[in-house]
Every structure is written in C-alpha cells, then in structure tokens.
C-alpha cells in the first residue's frame, strides 16, 4: 500500500491546484490576459484528466478494501462470490490505472496540442526523390483526412517528372503536433524508378520537418522590419495568375539567441489569390520559423538525456525506410517492420505512431524516475 499512498498523496497535493485553476480561468483580468489565460486552460484540462484518474483510482482502491472486509466477514456464498468477483477487476485496473496516472503526471511536450507547418523535401535521388516527396505528402493528406484534420498548401515547386522538390503545408485539428512530431527526419525509399529501364531498384530519400504552429504571442516580430516583395503566383488559376501580383515574399533579418549570429530568414506565400491573405499567413509561418530555431535547443536538451531520440532531436536522421520490392515499411528507432507498404502509403500509419508514442512513453516515465 505504501506506492499506492505515496501515489494517493502526490494526487491529492494536485486538488488545491486544481480548484485554483478553475477559478482563475473564470477571472476577468486573467481573461484578458490572452498568453496566460491559454496557458491555464491547458493546465486546467490536464489536471481535470488527472483528477479523473484519480477518482477513479481512489473507487477502484476502495473496492478492493470493501471486497476484502465482506469476503472475511459474510457467510453468504452469493454475496462472497459477488466480492470475489470484485476484488479481481479491481485488483487488475489498480496496477494500470497507476501507469496511466504516472504518465499523466510527468509534464507532457507543451507544444503538444499545436497545430503544425509541415515541409517535405526531395532529397538524393532527382526526379525519384520528388517523385516519392509526392507519394508522402499524399500518405500525410490521407491520414489528415482520416483524422478530420484540415489540410492547406503554402508554397509548393513541381518536380521535372512529378511529384514536389518541396511542399510546405499546414495541418489543423486537434493535438496535431502531438501526433505528426514523430515523423521528422529523412524517409529513405527502396524501389524501381519509373524511368529506370534496367529494372535496378535505386534508392532515394525526402526529408521532413514538422514545427508545431506559432502562436501569436509565442513569438516577438519587428513587424516594421520586415521587407515585402510580392509576384507572380505559378500554378492551376487561369488568367488572375499571369495579371495579379498576390504572391507574397517576407524577408526579415532575426539574430539567432542561440549562437548570437543574424539570419535573413525567407518565407514565401502563394496559397490565396487574395494578397493580404497571403501576408498573414507568410507572417504566420515566419512566427513558426522562428519559433521553431527557438525551440531548438529546447529539443536538444531532451534528445540528449534520451537514447533512442524517438520523437526530437537530430532531423537529418534516417527514421524510415520504404521497401517497395518486399512491401516493406522500417521504423529505424523503434525496430518496427510491418509489410503492408500499399496500405500505409494511403494513410494507414497510426499504428506505427502508436508503438512511437508507446516508446516515447517509457522513455518519460524513465526520466522521472531519474
């Protein structure tokens, strides 16, 4: 009983805080203050799902008490069955309902809930690695779908044959940055080229980066120092395209605080014929840019105390590999190998995210301990 006290305890330390926050988040003054009023409800959520768990650990604990006192006492061998039959579910839901609570206490990523910027890039290989920069943007459009997220191009250059040098898209929906932070890094693709005549199977590689989605106020910008240009837009839109000049160029010079260096950060925007639209949302994305450099070390802290780097640190690691020969997907962190390629490549990737999260997850509970 003593971890379940010393559990019982840290939770019952959380209630006062908790009444607090409800409180607070009710408050005028903290309304108005938008940077700390988004930052108490974040917390007021993941303490009620805290409060949750505990309430229902404190009944299951309960249970397990009452079962006991009837089994030792009453003489009825329906109302002892009854006890028995208790005292097994909850014994079973205490040890799981710990992990779980456990996990809730050990601060989750504050960036976790963001919507993010997503950028796929055509590594090695030419044509093939456009080709198949394509072919990943469609898995991630799929799976977004799936999820009942929204999908939005900001900036896209065609491949000669196809597929995208790079795509810069944005994902909105709930938790994204949670989910989608898993695949930064490079995919390495394994199959025969449309153009190889030989049969060889050539390999090639994309990078992608995910940054979880500035706010606001996350971010401070000299918007007076940013030089606009504008032009063109290329792409699908008839004539408007060739007459209105609603592409949209920020340049904004940033001193990075991490190595004292200025930068010329450089972000485009052609989503919208509307210009104005398009300025807020290259803004939007040299927010996320920044706030990403930012971040950095942040990322790097963590990816150094952890050995397996599941989720941060070095983007230019090999993650995944694409074998289309044997329909074989490889999840190099994890030692994940399924063969259903074809599925995966239409969306079907949670399952693969799931075991990252489930590592992710045991690597936090092991720098707690610590």
Not at 242 to 259: D, H, I, Q
Not at 322 to 351: C, E, K, S, V, W
Request: proline share 3%; hydrophobic share 35%; glycine share 6%.
């Amino acid at each position: 009983m003593a971890s379940e006290n010393s559990l019982l305890e840290k939770l019952d330390g959380l209630i006062s805080r908790f009444e607090e926050v409800s409180t607070l988040i009710t408050d005028p003054n903290v309304i108005a203050d938008q940077k700390r009023y988004v930052k108490l409800t974040k917390e007021y959520k993941d303490l009620g799902d805290i409060m949750a768990a505990r309430k229902e650990y404190v009944l299951c604990l309960q249970n397990v008490e009452n079962a006991r006192e009837i089994l030792s006492s009453e003489d009825d061998p329906e109302m002892k069955e009854m006890a028995r039959e208790e005292l097994n579910e909850s014994e079973q839901r205490i040890p799981e309902l710990e992990e779980k609570i456990k996990l809730l206490l050990v601060p989750a990523d504050p960036e976790d809930s963001k919507n993010v910027v997503m950028e796929i890039r055509g590594g090695t290989g030419g044509d093939e690695a456009a080709l198949f920069a394509g072919d990943l943007f469609r898995m991630y459009s799929k799976y977004c779908e799936m999820k009942g997220w929204k999908v939005t191009v900001s900036s896209f250059s065609e491949g000669a044959s196809g597929g995208y040098k790079e795509i810069i898209f944005n994902v909105v929906g709930e938790g994204v940055y949670g989910i989608l932070k898993y695949e930064s890094g490079v995919h390495r693709v394994q199959r025969v080229p449309a153009t190889e005549t030989q049969g060889r199977v050539h390999t090639s590689a994309a990078t992608v980066a995910v940054l979880p989605e500035a706010e606001a106020f996350d971010v401070e910008i000299n918007e007076g120092a940013i030089k606009w240009d504008t032009f063109r837009s290329s792409g699908a839109g008839g004539q408007n395209v060739n007459k209105v000049e609603s592409g949209v160029r920020a340049r904004y010079m940033w001193k990075n605080p991490n190595t004292g260096v200025e930068e010329e950060i450089l972000v485009e925007c052609t989503e919208t014929r509307d210009q104005p639209k398009n300025k807020e949302r290259a803004l939007a994305r040299l927010r996320t840019f920044i706030y990403d450099r930012e971040h950095q070390k942040y990322i790097d802290d963590i990816a150094s105390r952890r050995k397996t780097m599941v989720s941060t640190g070095d983007r230019s690691a090999k993650i995944r590999t694409y074998n289309y020969p044997q329909g074989r997907i490889t999840d190099h962190r994890i030692n994940y190998t399924i063969y259903n390629l074809a599925a995966f490549m239409d969306g079907d990737i949670q399952d693969c995210i799931d075991h990252l999260i489930v590592a992710e997850n045991a690597e936090r509970l092991k720098d707690a301990e610590m």
